[in-house]
T-cell receptor
């Protein structure tokens, strides 16, 4: 049982380049989330998808786009990367109607030069 | 605005000693409060969950308490081990509409031999 799988684990980009972070979960969860974690700031919500076919902005959505491809997959895209987007990105999933326990992936460390 | 404040920001203790981490929140009404443990380089994992009516919940050497009147929670770690070195994050899930949880910034615990 893989849980939540994120790819890639590490990525280095130059300013202005684009990339997509992939996330897949095999727990049949309906809700999925993207967070970023910066030193001293804790986890901040970028976008979330309550169910397949819906997406909503979180606390820090600027500079990002998301796609809920199907129930299993939720991708995060940086169209024109900026140094301020250097961070560790975590994907998570949960069952919305349950207690809301979030199951996290291992994280994707992104550096923008 | 919903807030979750944790203290201390960081803590260093010797192996075998006890410690207590604090969490104050303004989320109201709330559905549940969780403590997550995040090992270095990994995603957070749920340790305990408490609902409004619960005062104490244990998970091995971890004991969480909740005072819903003062909106405070604590996580007590007994007989600390080197493997307890991690970040501990308090997360409060609201009820009655938005289900998006509010995260604290975490307490970084280092256990020295």
């Amino acid at each position: 049982n893989a849980g939540v799988t994120q790819t890639p684990k590490f990525q280095v980009l130059k300013t202005g380049q684009s990339m997509t972070l992939q996330c897949a979960q095999d727990m049949n969860h309906n809700s999925m989330y993207w967070y970023r974690q910066d030193p001293g700031m804790g986890l901040r919500l970028i976008y979330y998808s309550a169910s397949e076919g819906t997406t909503d902005k979180g606390e820090v959505p600027n500079g990002y786009n998301v796609s809920r491809l199907n129930k299993r997959e939720f991708s995060l895209r940086l169209e024109s990367a900026a140094p301020s987007q250097t961070s560790v990105y975590f994907c998570a999933s949960s069952v919305l109607e349950d207690t809301g326990e979030l199951f996290f992936g291992e994280g994707s460390r992104l550096t923008v030069l | 605005k919903n807030q979750v404040e944790q203290s201390p920001q960081s803590l260093i203790i010797l192996e075998g000693k006890n410690c207590t981490l604090q969490c104050n929140y303004t989320v109201s009404p709330f559905s549940n409060l969780r403590w997550y443990k995040q090992d270095t380089g990994r995603g957070p994992v749920s340790l305990t969950i408490m609902t409004f009516s619960e005062n104490t919940k244990s998970n091995g050497r971890y004991t969480a308490t909740l005072d819903a009147d003062t909106k405070q929670s604590s996580l007590h770690i007994t007989a600390s081990q080197l493997s307890d070195s991690a970040s501990y994050i308090c997360v409060v899930r609201p009820s009655g509409g938005s289900y998006i949880p509010t995260f604290g910034r975490g307490t970084s615990l280092i256990v020295h031999p």
